[in-house]
């Protein structure tokens, strides 16, 4: 296990991205830290790690209230002595554009992907220093953050934002033995993320209507096939690993090649 004896804190524990890379890090021998808004997330994600014979709490938390960050970090430490591995996952989807997005929902939205990515990166850090632990953060991007989408303003201009946040914590934080980097999944295969929703216990609906309405973005990614969670979850587990021991400031895309795709080719095109 690449993982064992590590703790690791993962904000945004939903049945999708969140919770496969929480599980995934539970696979490789960490115990983890699941960490949501909703208390039914971080709950149900812990609850389900526990009962594969993985250790893990749930803690709520809104990831804008400062203290209540500081709570999560010391919950942390109470339960495992310490924090080796940060994931900031949490975001909101708010598909709205420049033109009618309104200010308080745009800050909203922009406090959860970047405020949140801040409070937490400063407070586990400074755990991390405290301790003398060598860490790992790793913030979860989008390609949106990459590209221009239009009518997701506040998404697109978040997720960014985490791109250069990545680089220059990381350069602050590398004589600290802290590595920061990045990972930016695409459109995610949610057969997946139903499964897990299934096995967390929750009732499932209208399941071949959300695998009918990816089906536009799996013919436009250049692998005719779109990611799974656990796909982010062993991309995940190498970054926190000493695999990457060297790897510090990057950004890893997991993204069936999206991004690189030159923009007048369709995939999908025989």
């Given at each position: 296990?690449k993982?064992k004896?590590k703790?690791?804190l993962?904000?945004?524990?939903?049945t999708?991205?969140?919770?496969?890379?929480?599980?995934?890090?539970?696979?490789e021998g960490a115990?983890?830290?699941c960490?949501?808004?909703?208390?039914?997330?971080a709950?149900?994600?812990a609850?389900?790690?526990k009962?594969t014979?993985?250790?893990a709490?749930g803690?709520t938390?809104d990831?804008?209230?400062?203290?209540?960050v500081?709570?999560?970090?010391?919950?942390a430490?109470e339960?495992?002595?310490?924090?080796?591995i940060?994931?900031?996952s949490?975001?909101?989807f708010?598909?709205?554009g420049?033109l009618?997005?309104?200010?308080d929902?745009?800050?909203?939205?922009?406090?959860?992907?970047?405020t949140?990515t801040f409070?937490?990166t400063?407070?586990?850090?400074?755990s991390m220093?405290?301790?003398?632990r060598k860490?790992s953060i790793i913030n979860i991007?989008?390609?949106?953050g990459?590209?221009g989408?239009?009518?997701n303003?506040?998404?697109?201009t978040g997720?960014?934002?985490?791109?250069?946040?990545?680089?220059?914590?990381?350069m602050?934080?590398?004589a600290?033995s802290?590595?920061?980097n990045s990972?930016?999944p695409t459109?995610?295969?949610?057969?997946?993320?139903?499964?897990?929703?299934?096995?967390?216990?929750r009732t499932?609906?209208?399941?071949d209507?959300?695998?009918?309405?990816?089906e536009?973005?799996r013919?436009?990614?250049?692998?005719?096939?779109l990611?799974?969670p656990?796909d982010?979850?062993?991309?995940?587990?190498f970054l926190a690993?000493?695999d990457?021991?060297?790897?510090?400031?990057?950004?890893?895309?997991?993204?069936a090649?999206?991004?690189?795709?030159?923009w007048?080719w369709?995939?999908s095109?025989?």
């Amino acid at each position: 296990m690449k993982l064992k004896g590590k703790v690791a804190l993962v904000t945004g524990t939903s049945t999708n991205i969140g919770g496969g890379i929480a599980e995934g890090l539970a696979a490789e021998g960490a115990a983890l830290v699941c960490v949501d808004a909703r208390a039914d997330n971080a709950a149900d994600c812990a609850r389900y790690i526990k009962s594969t014979g993985g250790r893990a709490i749930g803690v709520t938390c809104d990831v804008t209230d400062e203290r209540q960050v500081v709570a999560s970090v010391a919950a942390a430490r109470e339960s495992f002595a310490g924090i080796d591995i940060l994931v900031n996952s949490a975001a909101i989807f708010n598909k709205k554009g420049v033109l009618d997005m309104p200010l308080d929902e745009w800050q909203r939205q922009l406090e959860i992907i970047l405020t949140g990515t801040f409070l937490f990166t400063k407070h586990v850090a400074k755990s991390m220093i405290e301790q003398n632990r060598k860490g790992s953060i790793i913030n979860i991007i989008s390609t949106a953050g990459h590209q221009g989408e239009p009518n997701n303003i506040a998404y697109c201009t978040g997720k960014s934002g985490l791109l250069n946040f990545t680089r220059s914590a990381a350069m602050e934080l590398v004589a600290r033995s802290i590595r920061v980097n990045s990972l930016t999944p695409t459109a995610t295969d949610p057969s997946e993320s139903l499964e897990r929703a299934a096995r967390w216990g929750r009732t499932v609906r209208n399941a071949d209507q959300l695998k009918q309405a990816f089906e536009p973005f799996r013919r436009g990614v250049p692998m005719l096939k779109l990611p799974r969670p656990s796909d982010y979850g062993r991309a995940v587990v190498f970054l926190a690993s000493d695999d990457a021991e060297m790897i510090t400031g990057t950004d890893l895309r997991v993204d069936a090649g999206a991004i690189a795709r030159y923009w007048a080719w369709n995939p999908s095109d025989k």
